[in-house]
């Protein structure tokens, strides 16, 4: 079963910093890509940046400039810097892979979602 587990999220003042991981567990042979989504209160689930195998980034426009994303593959985790930040960032900030993994006999692949980590930026 595989599991993404996020954590660092917190309450912070506008200009702080925080930094995310969330870990990929499970019996994962492929990792094409990982991500960070949020969703404020009210608003849709929106891209917040998106790492792929070979280490190219894309971010929202929102974000360029203050965050960067980051992998290490060989922990099967993703990181978010995030600086910077403002009350706008504030929100529930969910990981998403995109990866190939044992289930039962075959390898199959899919899109898997983390239960989220709530950021709060205010003062």
């Known amino acids: 079963q595989v599991q993404l587990v996020e954590s660092g999220g917190g309450l912070v003042q506008p200009g702080g910093s925080l930094r995310l991981s969330c870990a990929a567990s499970g019996r994962i042979v492929s990792i094409y890509d990982m991500g960070w989504y949020r969703q404020a209160p009210g608003k849709q689930r929106e891209l917040v940046a998106h790492?792929?195998?070979?280490?190219?980034?894309n971010y929202a426009d929102s974000v360029k400039g203050r965050f960067t994303i980051s992998k290490d593959n060989a922990k099967n985790t993703v990181y978010l810097e995030m600086n910077s930040l403002k009350p706008d960032d504030t929100a529930v900030y969910y990981c998403?892979?995109?990866?190939?993994?044992?289930?039962?006999?075959?390898?199959?692949?899919?899109?898997?979602w983390g239960l989220g980590t709530q950021v709060t930026v205010s003062s």
């Open positions: 790492i792929i195998s070979d280490g190219s980034a």
């Open positions: 998403n892979a995109d990866l190939r993994a044992l289930r039962g006999s075959l390898y199959i692949r899919d899109d898997y």
